[in-house]
Nanobody
Framework: QVQLVESGGDLVQPGGSLTLSCAAS????????IVWFRQAPGKEREGVLC????????HYTDSVKGRFTISRDVAKNTLYLQMNSLKPDDTAVYYC?????????????????????WGKGTLVTVSA
């Protein structure tokens, strides 16, 4: 079974930086594609970034290009979302997600967004 746990969310001022963690259990995350999603208050969940098994990164949200990136620590079985130059519009609950089958990032994350087995997410609040 796939189990992913998000952590690292915090209150941060505009322009600040934050790194979120996605810890895996019951499987080794480097074999699979992992998608970072976020859900802002009152809005639908959206895909943000994805990393494939070969570390290819796919951007789904244009507003985070050049500001967010993904990295892996294989020894810790953990994925990181590095966020810089944060804006108030980045305020959301952030989730990591995989289908547990594919090593390639999906062309469009919509179908994955509607599947079950989500973690609790971690809240990022960007405010002065």
């Amino acid at each position: 079974q796939v189990q992913l746990v998000e952590s690292g969310g915090d209150l941060v001022q505009p322009g600040g930086s934050l790194t979120l963690s996605c810890a895996a259990s019951r499987f080794t995350l480097n074999y699979f594609a992992i998608v970072w999603f976020r859900q802002a208050p009152g809005k639908e969940r959206e895909g943000v970034l994805c990393i494939s098994y070969d570390d290819t990164i796919t951007h789904y949200t244009d507003s985070v290009k050049g500001r967010f990136t993904i990295s892996r620590d294989v020894a810790k079985n953990t994925l990181y979302l590095q966020m810089n130059s944060l804006k108030p519009d980045d305020t959301a609950v952030y989730y990591c997600k995989t289908d547990g089958k594919s090593g390639r990032c999906p062309y469009y994350p919509g179908p994955l967004a509607s599947t079950p087995y989500w973690g609790k997410g971690t809240l990022v609040t960007v405010s002065a």
